[in-house]
Nanobody, 121 residues
Framework: QVQLVESGGGLVQAGDPLRLSCAAS????????MGWYRQAPGLQRELVAS???????NYADSVKGRFTISRDNAKNTVALQMNSLIPEDTAVYYC???????????????WGQGTQVTVSS
């Protein structure tokens, strides 16, 4: 009933910026917290940044000061601006959203398909 579609991943050099975007579509009445997670090979998926419907943000310590999360409630989108990228940021990045779709589908947590970010040194 709901789809999250990410875009913007790619291969960049250390120090370069990159912007990820995620659009939610489908049966959506309200979107609560939206976020970005990442998973590097052999590691667990970890939270990178999140933003509530009241625009309260939270960042992993490793990205504070370099990444900025934002959302457009009118368009049901969330973005992650990544600056000063380092090789350790290499991972598959996943969009996540907590969505209310009404009484039929209720409130559920959704994931995007993931987008690869590779930072070369």
């Amino acid at each position: 009933q709901v789809q999250l579609v990410e875009s913007g991943g790619g291969l960049v050099q250390a120090g370069d910026p990159l912007r990820l975007s995620c659009a939610a579509s489908g049966s959506i009445l309200s979107i609560y917290t939206m976020g970005w997670y990442r998973q590097a090979p052999g590691l667990q998926r970890e939270l990178v940044a999140s933003i509530t419907d009241g625009s309260i943000t939270n960042y992993a310590d490793s990205v504070k000061g370099r990444f900025t999360i934002s959302r457009d409630n009118a368009k049901n989108t969330v973005a992650l601006q990544m600056n000063s990228l380092i090789p350790e940021d290499t991972a598959v990045y996943y969009c996540n959203a907590d969505i209310w779709s009404g009484w039929r589908y209720g409130r559920r947590n959704y994931w995007g398909q993931g987008t690869q970010v590779t930072v070369s040194s």
